[in-house]
């Protein structure tokens, strides 16, 4: 149960279409192949959930970790019970409105090193999750956030009221009245196992199964060695895949023999896969000379058209749930300023932006969400025709900054008069840092145009770039920095719940609320898509145009597209047509991959 950022929607069937020879002969030795998949950049080798979101490493992740009590549909986005797990389900609700779960898993499933699955890891997960002394190290980590009792537990320890171990194989988990209704109701309660005796051999429970009876040193020494030790390196896992190793950008994986399989009981059969880094603008070139054998995510319109025109090469279209957009810091330097963030967001062409980087295959948005979200869809012609659409403007962003503090000049009286740099009335000038990933197409026509169309309004404008995982380190505050713009994109769940990502209780919290935005109109609205029964559709869909409405004029983020994603295989690999959508990639489907005869 990991909210690491929130959000999502159902999907629309995804597009696809392949080149290359049809009907190619299985490989009969699947577990002799080695499939590899390159990757764009930098991981940072986090494998746990709970410190990162960098979606290299949640692509280990999602291939290492499995058997949650619910999967996610891949075409509707619903969260569904997993036969493959439960026994049974049952939900009752008592006259105060607090609501129980109670699950029942099967026996039989084991961790990779043959130790049983019981109903204790999948109480471990939460109650260690939810302890102070895992908290204090992973802040991203709201697991069990909603149930009851957790600030109280989370607080002091002792036991977690909305947290049960019934037996062996059944425990209860309880949704805080507080927190209902909720539309995304099931996602509360998406328990995993996480292994007790890998992670914490020592630790123990109360006799209602619901806290620890260690002391606090002996939690927090689990804690670090699980932060320190275990997250770059997992060894008791329980997904299709083992967890070998990463060294120099490269992660191996090996099949897992005591996988039993997904909700559909298909098990992966290829013997090993391999993520290893390839600077995008040579993905294509790997992927001809056989170097790797998948590339996901593509979305620069050169290489798309490069694939579709090699008859030995395969694609995979699907509308990206998600878009690409600059993070702007709201609390501190320039950006803190509203019509700083509006100016800059007048200082860039987003058509000429999206057709240079996609080449047709994307388009602008205007607020955080895809264009296939059905809410979105629902009320497309009333968003965008009740929002700002920035584009670039020189009036415009000059009218903005008028507005700011920033409209004097060097001596912080004289109005600027379109001369040198603008200034504040303490004479600091209008200076904004950016920060962007290296080697990357988007970094570099950022710029191309912002730090020339900025020094026309007087306001000096720096792109820096590094490492992504540098870029993160920013991103999520463990990085000491002046850097107040970024630019990356984001992929939404089947939970499009904004309350982590943007709500005023997360505003000191980096690691949740990137921009660390605080205003009581976006609260409001983000609650009520929250607090609504998951029928309730209509309403949602209405709740979420006011909620853009607010945020278009805030703008904690400045979006640029969103976009269709391209995932390139070569012509061994199969699997992927009937799959991969906008809500389920590659390696949440990888029970379904095989390697042909070309």
Known sequence: MKKLLVLVVVALLALTA?????????????????????????????????????????????????????????????????????????????????????????????????????????????????????????????????????????????????????????????????WLPYFFERSLVAASPEPMHDWFPTGEFNADGNGFTNSSAEIAAAAQRVQDEVQYGPKVTSGAYNFVSFQDNVVTLTLNDKYVGNHEGVKAEIGTIVLRQVNSAQQVDSLKKGEVDVVMGVIEGGPIDEVKADENLKWHMYPRNGYGMLVLKTNKGATQYKEVRQAIAFLLDRNEFVQEISGGYANTVDGPYGLSQWFFLDRKE?????????????????????????????????????????HDAEGNRLRVLHFGSENNAVTELLRTQLPVNAKAVGMEYIVDDGPFTALLEVLYGTADSDHTILNLATGFTAVYDRYNAEHSDFANNPGYNNSQIADPELDKWIMTMRELEGTQRDEFADAFVEYVKVWNDLLPQIPLYSNEYHDFMTARVTGYEDTVTTLSDFSQNIEYMRIVNP
């Open 18 to 178: 392949c080149g290359g020879n049809k009907g190619p002969s299985l490989v009969e030795d699947q577990g002799a192949e080695t499939l590899t998949i390159g990757v764009p950049s930098d991981q940072s080798g986090a494998f746990i959930a709970g410190w990162t979101n960098s979606s290299y490493d949640v692509w280990v992740r999602n291939m290492i970790w499995s058997y949650s009590v619910f999967y996610v549909d891949r075409d509707t986005g619903e969260y569904k019970e997993n036969p493959t797990v439960l026994e049974k389900m049952d939900v009752v609700e008592n006259d105060a409105g607090d609501k129980t779960y109670t699950f029942t898993i099967k026996e039989g499933l084991v961790w990779n090193d043959d130790t049983p699955i019981t109903a204790k890891d999948y109480v471990f997960s939460i109650l260690y999750r939810a302890t102070a002394e895992h908290t204090t190290n992973a802040p991203q980590d709201s697991t069990g956030y909603e149930l009851v009792g957790w600030e109280e537990y989370n607080t002091n320890g002792g036991a977690f009221e909305g947290v049960k171990l019934v037996d062996d194989y059944t425990f209860s988990l309880t949704i805080s009245n507080v």
């Open 382 to 422: 009333e968003i965008e025709s009740s929002v700002t659409q920035y584009t670039h403007n020189e009036d415009e962003a000059n009218a903005r900054l008028d507005a700011s503090p920033y409209k004097y000049k060097e001596d912080g009286v004289t109005p600027w008069d379109g001369e040198g740099w603008r």
